[in-house]
């Protein structure tokens, strides 16, 4: 990978911890700028001094992708800092488990406003930056695992990370005429905060984040995990993402090894398609 390639700002969200920050490190360690997005403000600053103290260049500010302004704001004081985005990655996502019908309304609104809405917030504010930035330009999203080999007790997240899939396809058909490339991440399991943030992110007004003792356990068992080859840490699971990235693929699997359950699953909607000619 070559510091020419990677010239310019990279725009992480969800970068306070985990998967985010292994982002924007990566990004910074090629020479670009970054702004540090986070609804932690305090771990966002983390992440920025450990960029900054590695001698990159960053910025931390506290987001909310669920408000608009907030997001708005976030852009603005990018053109102000650095004048460009070149690599946007929308990442974000709360979790909420429960089986089916333990999810309320409330929680499905919050798990999609976030992880969906927050995605879709994101592009479209960030969108007219990286229109105006010359060089090289790219938006990744991150869906998840949970929407290739789906499980239980993760109704609400793994729709959202569908929603997230399908949005990323008809982004990229949109924005490949200005050579703009849009990648969708599909992370499995690692060992970050997520629990951790996801129920600090939850709003107090739609009562308390939960999880019933054995969510984590069925949720596993349901998908066929093996725990030693799909939980890993964020800088694993980051190791190949620039060079993905340089090559504009349009799927980029982090890790895990669910590739035959994946398979079983495409196969029926293989059979389905040979069905419909009959």
């Given at each position: 990978?070559?510091?020419?390639?990677?010239?310019?700002?990279?725009?992480?969200?969800?970068?306070?911890?985990?998967?985010?920050?292994?982002?924007?490190?990566?990004?910074?360690?090629?020479?670009?700028?970054?702004?540090?997005?986070?609804?932690?403000?305090?771990?966002?600053?983390?992440?920025?001094?450990?960029?900054?103290?590695?001698?990159?260049?960053?910025?931390?500010?506290?987001?909310?992708?669920?408000?608009?302004?907030?997001?708005?704001?976030?852009?603005?004081?990018?053109?102000?800092?650095?004048?460009?985005?070149?690599?946007?990655?929308?990442?974000?996502?709360?979790?909420q488990f429960g089986a089916v019908e333990r999810l309320t309304e409330q929680d499905w609104r919050w798990?999609?406003?976030?992880?969906?809405?927050?995605?879709?917030?994101?592009?479209?504010?960030?969108?007219?930056?990286?229109?105006?930035?010359?060089?090289?330009?790219?938006?990744?999203?991150?869906?998840?695992?949970?929407?290739?080999?789906?499980?239980?007790?993760?109704?609400?997240?793994?729709?959202?990370?569908?929603?997230?899939?399908g949005y990323g396809e008809t982004l990229r058909l949109e924005l490949a005429p200005e050579d703009i490339?849009?990648?969708?991440?599909?992370?499995?399991?690692?060992?970050?905060?997520?629990?951790?943030?996801?129920?600090?992110?939850?709003?107090?007004?739609?009562?308390?984040?939960?999880?019933?003792?054995?969510?984590?356990?069925?949720?596993?068992?349901?998908?066929?995990?093996?725990?030693?080859?799909?939980?890993?840490?964020?800088?694993?699971?980051?190791?190949?993402?620039?060079?993905?990235?340089?090559?504009?693929?349009?799927?980029?699997?982090?890790?895990?090894?669910?590739?035959?359950?994946?398979?079983?699953?495409?196969?029926?909607?293989?059979?389905?398609?040979?069905?419909?000619?009959?």
């Amino acid at each position: 990978m070559t510091q020419n390639f990677w010239s310019g700002t990279a725009v992480v969200t969800g970068a306070g911890s985990g998967l985010g920050a292994a982002m924007a490190e990566r990004f910074a360690a090629e020479g670009m700028a970054v702004m540090v997005l986070d609804i932690d403000g305090e771990r966002a600053e983390q992440t920025a001094q450990a960029v900054r103290n590695a001698g990159g260049t960053a910025k931390a500010v506290q987001l909310d992708v669920a408000n608009r302004a907030a997001v708005e704001a976030a852009a603005r004081l990018t053109l102000e800092a650095f004048g460009s985005c070149n690599v946007l990655c929308a990442n974000v996502g709360v979790q909420q488990f429960g089986a089916v019908e333990r999810l309320t309304e409330q929680d499905w609104r919050w798990v999609l406003d976030v992880n969906v809405m927050g995605v879709v917030r994101t592009v479209d504010v960030f969108l007219p930056l990286i229109r105006a930035t010359s060089g090289i330009r790219r938006i990744v999203l991150t869906s998840s695992s949970a929407a290739l080999v789906p499980g239980v007790r993760l109704a609400a997240y793994t729709t959202s990370k569908f929603a997230v899939m399908g949005y990323g396809e008809t982004l990229r058909l949109e924005l490949a005429p200005e050579d703009i490339g849009v990648s969708i991440l599909f992370p499995a399991g690692m060992r970050t905060r997520h629990l951790e943030s996801s129920a600090r992110a939850r709003p107090n007004d739609i009562g308390q984040w939960t999880m019933m003792p054995d969510d984590i356990k069925a949720m596993k068992e349901s998908r066929k995990l093996d725990e030693a080859a799909h939980v890993v840490t964020a800088e694993h699971a980051t190791r190949n993402l620039l060079q993905e990235l340089a090559e504009n693929r349009r799927y980029i699997v982090t890790h895990g090894n669910y590739r035959d359950a994946f398979v079983e699953r495409f196969d029926d909607i293989l059979a389905a398609l040979e069905r419909a000619h009959e």
